[in-house]
Nanobody, 121 residues
């Protein structure tokens, strides 16, 4: 059974940084695409960033240049480095392992429980 456990969320002032971690068990991530999504209050869950097995990255425009997704296959862990945070980045952030590479932006597959990120102005 695939399990994803996020950590690293919290309260930070605008302009600050956080690094989210997602530890995966039950699946070897080295051959899998991985992604981060977020859901703000009253909004739908949205794709934030993804990373392919070959380390190719996809990053959505609102966070491009500020957020970086990375992976450590030896630790079976995926990270989301978030810099220059803005109040509009406030959301619950979810780690995702899509069913396959082609659905990395479609919200399929396995999910973590989420970690809250709150950015104060």
């Amino acid at each position: 059974q695939v399990q994803l456990v996020e950590s690293g969320g919290g309260l930070v002032q605008a302009g600050g940084s956080l690094r989210l971690s997602c530890v995966v068990s039950g699946s070897d991530i080295s051959a899998r695409a991985m992604a981060w999504y977020r859901q703000a209050p009253g909004k739908q869950r949205e794709f934030v960033a993804g990373i392919m097995p070959g380390y190719t990255r996809i990053t959505q425009d609102p966070v491009k240049g500020r957020f970086t997704i990375s992976r450590d296959n030896a630790k079976n862990t995926v990270y989301l480095q978030m810099n220059s945070l803005k109040p509009e980045d406030t959301a619950v952030y979810y780690c995702n392992q899509p069913l396959n590479i082609g659905t990395i932006t479609k919200g399929s597959g396995f999910w973590g429980q989420g970690t809250q990120v709150t950015v104060s102005s």
